[in-house]
């Protein structure tokens, strides 16, 4: 039996998941929860095997919660289920720790079929996944200019492109203003742009955000 958390801030689609999920008679749902804070107590409190998890939530998005629900349950699976299409998130979540990414207008049947060959300490990557991947590994100087941030900077970015301060950033991610001050000074180096609104503007332009 694969144990299932599902993590979602609409609770019209956790209800939909828990209902389809039900009918395979090898998956079993343990819990669910709206945010990432919730989740990381769901994994605390609970043995799952893969976490179907949302990006964007409010409080602590799917994102910011990755690199605690990896550190917590190292052997998990967690698949990121999206409504942002693959090549805009899928390749940095991967290199943070996802096993698998899925747009949420995928057939039903494929997240079962990911779920499945996670739980056996698989990646799932979709013929897009698998495409953008053997694209990197060709030449990495081609990757997207957010594709080339690590993991801290990467949630910075989204953070500021969203107009969050360095202040507001420090809090949610636990850091000193002088730490976010110096991802800021770096990704913008990296992603050759100079001010916040530059930020917005790319992260609108690439899809990043709404």
């Known amino acids: 039996?694969?144990?299932?958390g599902i993590v979602d801030d609409h609770a019209i689609v956790r209800s939909g998941l828990?209902?389809?999920?039900?009918?395979?008679v090898d998956l079993r749902v343990q819990g669910e929860a709206a945010n990432g804070r919730q989740a990381i107590d769901l994994v605390r409190n609970q043995e799952i095997d893969v976490l179907l998890?949302?990006?964007?939530?409010?409080g602590q998005s799917g994102l910011d919660a990755l690199a605690m629900l990896r550190a917590k349950a190292p052997d998990m699976g967690i698949l990121i289920l999206s409504g942002y299409p693959e090549?805009?998130?899928a390749i940095n979540l991967i290199r943070q720790g996802a096993s698998g990414y899925l747009n949420k207008e995928c057939e039903p049947?494929?997240?079962?079929?990911?779920?499945?060959t996670i739980a056996l300490g698989r990646r799932y990557l979709t013929p897009v996944v698998a495409e953008l991947l053997a694209r990197q590994l060709g030449s990495k100087d081609e990757r997207p200019a957010h594709q080339q941030l690590s993991e801290r900077e990467f949630q910075v970015f989204l953070k500021l492109a969203r107009g969050a301060t360095t202040g507001d950033i420090a809090e949610a991610l636990s850091l000193s203003v002088k730490t976010v001050s110096t991802y800021r000074t770096r990704l913008m180096e990296k992603m050759g742009l100079s001010?916040?609104?530059?930020?917005?503007?790319?992260?609108?332009?690439?899809?990043l955000i709404d």
Do not use: C, G
């Open 1 to 4: 039996m694969i144990r299932i």
């Open 18 to 24: 828990r209902q389809f999920l039900s009918e395979q």
């Open 53 to 58: 998890m949302d990006l964007s939530m409010p």
């Open 87 to 89: 090549e805009h998130y």
């Open 109 to 116: 049947a494929q997240i079962v079929q990911a779920i499945r």
């Open 195 to 207: 001010s916040n609104s530059d930020l917005t503007y790319y992260a609108l332009k690439n899809r």
